[in-house]
């Protein structure tokens, strides 16, 4: 069993839709949780991050973390064209100075006007 | 603040060359980790430095090492080339101290191994 699944798509939503994007995890030890949008060709861009089991919004997005299930999921509402990209769920695992982050394969977002 | 800078922007490399790619991270930022991401895939941990010591590293061979700088750049070299080595490679810094949690990424360099 991998330790971050996502699944890849493709998914394809018309222009205000309400997306949603989710992850599994398998390690408890995983503390940290972060969403990564990735344009083609560029560096991931840091999105949402939070810790805690909850909701966390900002703006149009919303990340929610369920620890007692190991899923976390990122919601768009309001979808828009310039949202089309690849969105990756990150987790860290943050003991003692490790902090390295694992990753889902990331999920290919089109939003069409 | 010019955030997470990486150079080259593209590479192209032969078989059994070798590469050095460089990192300058966000300012205020004292640890680095590099990933490589193969195309549709998520990015995979190579391996972090810290204070100028390598910290952790992921299930890579020893073909890739890498150094920290006391200015806390650093570089990512990859020995012996070979195809499965094209890739994007991605440079990330964060914070240690305080609680902050999140790490941000570079733009990449594409090496192309041919």
């Known amino acids: 069993q991998k330790e971050v699944e996502q699944d890849p798509g493709p998914l394809s939503v018309p222009e205000g839709a309400i997306v949603s994007l989710n992850c599994t995890y398998s390690?408890?030890?995983?503390?940290?949780f972060m969403w990564y949008r990735q344009y083609s060709r560029k560096g991931p861009e840091l999105l949402m991050y939070?810790?805690?089991?909850g909701n966390k919004e900002d703006g149009r997005f919303t990340a929610q973390v369920d620890k007692s299930s190991k899923y976390i999921s990122l919601f768009i509402r309001d979808s828009q064209p310039s949202d089309s990209a690849t969105y990756l769920c990150a987790i860290e695992n943050s003991g003692g100075s490790n902090y390295k982050l694992t990753f889902g394969k990331g999920t290919l977002l089109t939003v069409n006007p | 603040d010019a955030g997470v800078t990486q150079s080259p922007t593209h590479l192209i490399k032969t078989r059994g060359q070798q590469v050095t790619l460089r990192c300058s991270p966000k300012?205020?930022?004292?640890?680095v980790s590099w990933y490589q991401q193969a195309l549709g895939q998520g990015p995979q941990f190579i391996f972090q430095y810290y204070e100028e010591e390598e910290r952790q590293r992921g299930n890579f061979p020893d073909r890739f090492s890498g150094h920290q700088f006391p200015n806390y750049s650093s570089e990512l070299n990859v020995n012996a080339l070979l195809l499965g080595d094209s890739a994007l490679y991605l440079c990330a810094s964060r914070q240690t101290s305080g609680r902050l949690h999140e790490q941000f990424f570079g733009p990449g360099t594409r090496l192309t191994v041919l």
């Open positions: 939070t810790y805690s089991s």
């Open positions: 390690n408890s030890a995983f503390q940290y």
């Open positions: 300012s205020g930022h004292d640890t």
